[in-house]
């Protein structure tokens, strides 16, 4: 087969955010428009020129579609051989364990994690080098730099190919290894913990649900929970991938989990996962474990784990995350780091072996098995502790605040706010924050206000502009930034921290406990006046 090349203008805007390059369902629809990023990324890449490419997402509506295209240009574009998720699918956990495990040069994953599918949802491509973790921003910038100049993608005329059976098949000189999604995960997650002591759990009345909204989870927890594990089929809600995830919101937390929240007071234990199964969610009865915390008993109680039994050797948090970890850090003797939002600030750290452990608040947790977040890793880590310290998920958070102070913690979204008007509120605190040094929020003396910038430890590479931090020593901190993982206008998310050191005070409510510092952002910010809005969209 000879490949075709087709003349292509560029598309305004293709820059990869956060995590990838996100649009609505009917801009990746337009013709040329998904070809012109995908070239791209093959004209930055030459490593992928003759070597091994991981291919796969998270199932939602376009995927396959995408996968056929993606293939004809691998083709085109010299790939020597792709790795494929059997139905086009494979979790973004899984895409990393895949490429590390084939020593593959990179990995393309389709998927827009936690954002709405169907025909009107979401849509999101996002390339991984051959350590199995998201590209860094010299890479990312390199393709919308090219994406801005394209003028043709390579591809070849030939049939789809049938993508749902494992086995061997070819397109023109390229080998294809269509492959079960699920194996190598499952295999891998079953060297890092107690599966006897687990199994002994789930057979001993242990009452569990585990909601894969309808993601691509649902099949990797079937097959650890319900045929490695031995758990009854029940412990499954919503375990069937579907491209518009049923209709719902495939984002793990309370507000959009509403029916196993509901199902949480005759439950031991409740756990969610997102869209491309790289989040997590975990409950217990009558409580919603922060991620914040989360990442904080995972790290305090690492060594229960049979992957982690020699200690681990650093945490990093992403900075609006909560300082619990830190603690946890301090306590154990090793380094806790704090990086921008995004997982990509935590390959170096992992690769260098700086860190073990890593999370950050909006519900990511992971280890460097993989170099991505991983739901259903720190879900088998919470039924772990649970199975070694038989005690309920209250009364370990209970413990652990009493060991080391409780980190009061919450965000607020303001979700699809008008850009310019993202903006201004931004603009407004930022021009506040050298005067505001010194100044009180609810008895609290303010220490630092800056603009967040980090210089990575291994390599040196800088990255400004992360967030606006206002820090009231170790007491207390509110942070503002816009969200690059949306797909409308612009998400403002403010992050709010209180430590409490007192356990006869840290059974509170936490809203009431951050009282002060949700006043004090609406003061500085004028969300609420400048949306018009009673107030944000998500609080969790």
């Known amino acids: 087969m000879t490949p075709h090349s087709i003349a292509i203008t560029p598309f305004q805007g293709q820059k990869p955010g956060t995590s990838g390059l996100r649009k609505k369902v ?7 428009y998904l070809e012109a990023f995908v070239q791209s990324l093959f004209d930055t890449q030459p490593a992928l020129r003759g070597g091994i490419m991981a291919l796969g997402g998270d199932g939602r509506y376009f995927n396959r579609e995408a996968v056929q295209i993606i293939l004809r240009m691998a083709a085109a574009n010299g790939v020597g051989r792709v790795i494929l998720g059997a139905g086009g699918l494979l979790s973004t956990p899984a895409a990393s364990a895949v ?9 393309i994953v389709l998927s827009a994690s936690h954002n709405p599918g169907g025909p009107d949802g979401d849509f999101g491509i996002k390339f991984n080098t051959s350590n199995g973790g998201p590209a860094p921003e010299a890479v990312t910038e390199a393709i919308y730099q090219r994406s ?55 057979r001993g009345g242990f009452r569990m649900r585990f909601d894969g909204m309808h993601a691509v ?14 758990a009854p089929e029940d412990v499954l809600m919503n375990a069937q991938p579907l491209p518009d995830f049923g209709g719902g919101h495939p984002d793990p937390n309370p507000a959009h989990a509403e029916e196993l929240v509901a199902l949480m ?25 922060s991620p914040s915390d989360s990442l904080a008993v995972l790290a305090a109680n690492a060594r229960l784990a049979p992957g982690y039994a020699n200690g681990i050797t650093g945490i990093a948090r992403s900075m609006p995350t909560s300082r619990a970890a830190d603690a946890v850090a301090a306590a154990l003797g090793i380094p806790c780091f704090e990086t921008p939002t995004g997982w990509k600030f935590f390959g170096n750290l992992l690769d260098a072996g700086q860190i073990t452990i890593c999370g950050e608040e909006s519900y990511g947790t992971s280890s460097n098995h993989v170099r991505e977040k991983d739901g259903l890793w720190a879900v088998l880590f919470w039924l772990n502790i649970l199975a070694k310290r038989r005690e309920p998920v209250g009364a370990i958070l209970a413990q652990h605040w009493r060991q080391y102070g409780r980190h009061y913690y919450s965000r607020h979204d303001y979700e699809a706010v008008d850009s310019a008007t993202a903006q201004a509120a931004m603009a407004q605190l930022a021009q506040a924050l050298p005067g505001l040094v010194g100044h009180d929020i609810g008895g609290l003396t303010i220490t630092q206000a800056d603009d967040f910038a980090y210089t990575d430890p291994v390599d040196g590479s800088v990255a400004k502009g992360q967030g606006l931090r206002v820090i009231c020593g170790d007491a207390a901190r509110v942070v503002a ?16 921290e209180r430590f409490e050191a007192d356990p006869a005070r840290q059974q509170d409510d936490v809203q009431t406990t951050l009282a002060p510092l949700i006043d004090f952002a ?17 609080i969790t």
């Open 99 to 107: 490429i590390r495990k084939y020593q593959a040069q990179g990995g």
């Open 217 to 230: 989870t649902g099949p990797y927890a079937r097959r650890v929970l319900v045929d490695m594990l031995g």
């Open 481 to 496: 930034r816009l969200s690059g993982t949306g797909t409308e206008g612009a998400t403002v998310r403010l992050y709010f």
């Open 265 to 289: 007071p005759g439950l031991d234990f409740g756990a969610a996962s997102d869209g491309d199964g790289d989040r997590n969610m975990i409950l217990g009865p009558g409580i919603a474990v």
């Open 148 to 202: 801005q100049s394209i003028e043709r993608y390579l591809t070849l005329d030939a049939a789809p190919i049938a993508l749902d059976k494992p086995g061997e098949t070819s397109l023109g000189d390229m080998a294809i290894s269509i492959i079960d999604p699920v194996a190598d995960h499952a295999a891998l997650l079953q060297t890092l913990f107690d599966f006897d002591a687990i199994r002994s759990l789930l």
């Open 522 to 538: 609406e003061n500085q910010l004028g969300l609420r006046q400048r949306t018009g809005r009673p107030g944000p969209d998500v």
């Open 26 to 32: 009917a801009e990746f629809q337009r013709p040329g």
